[in-house]
């Protein structure tokens, strides 16, 4: 531990190769994601198609256990075992019984509930990995007080001979998702694969026109690597390349029961679609799931995009890759919602002005898309979100060519939203509050509105096509960073995603918050979304820009000093923002110190609302040209070069880290509902929406309901590769 004078004369502990261990805290507030009321408008056939949808859903997040860590779905398994034949209540008993105190089956259930949020035991919100606060002895004293463990004991045993060292270490590699090279660690990679080989399987893959959004990656020396490929086609189309002396094996066949169990739900889903494109929809994803192509899962999207104003709204599939340390392999996530009307009529005079509101943005009509593809953009209550974490806002599909050519949709997730609270606005000076915790709830939606829609809705890749056609004519377009001709682009087969690696989802996501940010300088485009607040509008800009700079410094807990890495792709954007406007000067953001009531140094963060739309709109405008520019034209070297420059942390910064970790308060935790099929004694059906309570113990039972019985599928795939995926000391 080095310590390190702080310029309030006191020192501060500062991580050096030295790591605490991190715990689900037992005072994490509990967020009830509730859609009874809009659920019960729906009509009969409505509701069956989202309960097939749902059911297919919960039975792909499985998939999610095994992307998270090697140890997570065989916990996952026993959990669920022990708490789907007794009951929560009837386990607390005998835990208690046993020997564990209230307050250690509070830190179980506390570790328990955030384990099936998060999919597993690292954080969905900054890849970290948290461990349980009870003592092992008596983690194992809870799993042998049950019934299940009664009557299955050496199965029991063996699994937690081989998870219960895992699921407590809290030391490198354990501690960060990454590569082993790295000394971290990713389920989506055996254990030594390291990151110079993700790359030359990248490189592969791209030669036999195969991307690895549903795959995992398997090295069995130097030069044999093993492509996992999730299908329930097991052999037919397994195939060997040997390229150069390296054996390259595609295995179809990953998760074969779990995905095959999705496509028996979603073939059972049919007879309820409510158009030709939603049955063409599933029938590409049933064709998706069996083969693991995914053109045909580009299909179900192209179809997914043309079903228009759906009253339920779903996606599915191998969609964002950001747990992936190479970005290029997705978690799997399954959305089942309905559409807020009311609120939708908001954001469709958002894309009948996009057009207009694109001219705004800085970079001129040569690097935007030639024709705006007019987008649905709605506001949805999640029924189900089937994934690690759920998003407040989404802009898919993630395939380039369908993107830029055909189109995309956008969604607000409105129940997901939360609300600004006074003991969560943490170094708020007091002048501050009142407009921020009552305009914060529209600052967010405005910044989460203009970063889907024109966010990641905007600009233009320069390509050239497999005939050697440029989209753009290069004798014309002039780039505006150096005056002259553009020097590079897209080459035939590179994508967005391809040609940027790792760095695609943090770049991204900082380009559609500067975009938002910057939009909202604009009073035509505050017109648009929310006139009726224009007595407010200032009010409604310095909350979404406060916000979001203010999050920045909270956001420093998923810094790592060690490696100087972001654990977070949204959280390292919006620190590269706060960069640009900080060296932007003259007052604009500031950071003063002060002193707690308790006389504990602390600081405030301080922005000058009357520079918004002066010192901040041009940083952020001359920003953006960049941002936009370097994309547009493929210029990865450029853009990594300055979006490291603005990603570094200085040694002020670390202080005020330390003091955030210090503060840091629990992390919000979410309760899901679910729906049953009900079927009357005379053969009529119904579908029921059920509510939990918003405890540790309800996330519990929910996850019981998600899942019903289909498990046994877990503990099959574990056991086939997990010698492969366990990390084995050298």
Known sequence: ??????????????????????????????????????????????????????????????????????????????????????????????????????????????????????????????????????????FELFIKSSEFYAANSQIVDGIWADIHDEIYEYNPPHHHIGFIDENCLSALYSSNVTRNDAQKVDDFLKTINVQPWNTRLQKIDDKEFVILVASSNESTLSKVHDVDGIKYRLVFGDFAQIISNVANYLRQGLPYVANNEQRLMLEAYIAHFKDGDINHHKDSQRHWIRDKNPVVETTLGFIE????????????????????????????????????????????????????????????????????????????????????????????????????????????????????????????????????LLGHGSGKLLQKDADGKLNF??????????????ASYYQAGETWSSKFGQLNNTYEECRADTVAL????????????????????????????????????????LYSPESKKWGQAHVNGNWVILKVLQEAGEGLVEIQNTQTKEGLDTFFVKLDRSKIRTVGKKALGDFLVKLQVYKSTANFEKASEMYAHYSQVDQFSLLLRDIVLRDKLPRRLEVQGDLVLDVSTDGKLDVKYVNFEETFEGIIASHILHHRNEIEPILQEWTKHKSRFRYQKS
């Open 1 to 138: 531990v080095v310590s390190t004078q702080s310029t309030w004369g006191i020192e501060f502990e500062m991580e050096k190769g030295q790591h605490k261990p991190d715990y689900i805290s037992v005072k994490s507030p509990v967020m009830s994601i509730e859609c009874s009321k809009a659920f019960e408008k729906l009509t009969l056939k409505e509701k069956l198609y989202a309960y097939y949808f749902t059911r297919a859903s919960w039975e792909g997040s499985k998939i999610c256990y095994f992307q998270r860590s090697y140890e997570a779905a065989p916990l996952f398994y026993i959990v669920y075992k022990i708490f789907s034949l007794e009951g929560v209540a009837a386990v607390r008993e005998k835990a208690l019984k046993a020997g564990l105190t209230e307050d250690e089956w509070k830190q179980l259930t506390a570790y328990l509930a955030g384990f099936l949020n998060n999919c597993g035991n690292y954080r969905s919100f900054g890849d970290s990995k948290f461990v349980p606060e009870l003592p092992k002895e008596k």
């Open 473 to 486: 004519d290069i004798t014309k377009v002039i780039d505006p960073l150096t005056k002259g001709p553009v």
């Open 518 to 557: 910057y939009l909202t300088c604009f009073d035509e485009a505050l017109e648009v979304l929310i006139p009726e607040h224009k007595d407010h509008w200032d009010d409604i800009v310095f909350s979404a820009w406060y916000g979001l700079i203010n999050r920045c410094f909270i956001g420093l807990q």
């Open 321 to 452: 890759t950001l747990v992936d340390p190479f970005g290029v392999r997705a978690e799997f996530e399954g959305m089942v919602s309905i559409v807020d009307k009311e609120q939708s009529l908001r954001f469709a005079r958002l894309v009948e002005n996009a057009e207009k509101l694109l001219t705004l943005l800085p970079w001129g009509k040569d690097f935007e898309k030639d024709v705006f593809l007019r987008p649905d953009f709605t506001s949805l209550e999640v029924i189900t979100f089937a994934t690690s974490g759920t998003p407040l806002g989404i802009n898919i599909p993630n395939y380039d060519e369908i993107r830029q050519d055909e189109g995309f949709k956008n969604v607000n997730l409105g129940n997901c939203l939360p609300k600004a609270k006074r003991e969560y606005a943490l170094y708020t000076p007091e002048e501050y509050l009142d407009a921020y915790i009552e305009y914060g709830s529209l600052g967010m939606l405005v910044k989460v509105a203009f970063h889907e």
